[in-house]
């Protein structure tokens, strides 16, 4: 990245405080801006790669939730958590 393109992803970023996916959907597609984990997480100080499927669609649609939980376990050895890569991120690429 430019410095120019990293200075609007940090403005950017500070305008979309209060729109959390959308921040988390920027943050997750560029990388920045760089952020730091506390020690007093309870997620093994591990930013989050996806959000988890909501209780609604599990009741609303559970065998093809089953199914995208068995597909996550196969593909990358993680069910229906936050650290689970999607399938299109560098990460996946690294773990197939």
């Known amino acids: 990245f430019s410095v120019t393109l990293l200075r609007v992803m940090h403005r950017k970023s500070f305008a979309l405080f209060w729109v959390g996916y959308e921040a988390f959907s920027d943050f997750r597609r560029?990388?920045?801006?760089?952020?730091?984990?506390?020690?007093g997480t309870s997620n093994y100080h591990v930013l989050p790669t996806r959000f988890q499927y909501s209780t609604t669609v599990i009741s609303a649609n559970g065998a093809n939730y089953q199914a995208a939980v068995t597909r996550m376990l196969s593909d990358y050895r993680m069910g229906d958590t936050m650290k689970t890569p999607l399938w299109w991120s560098l990460q996946a690429t690294e773990i197939n």
């Open 30 to 39: 560029t990388g920045y801006p760089r952020l730091v984990i506390c020690s």
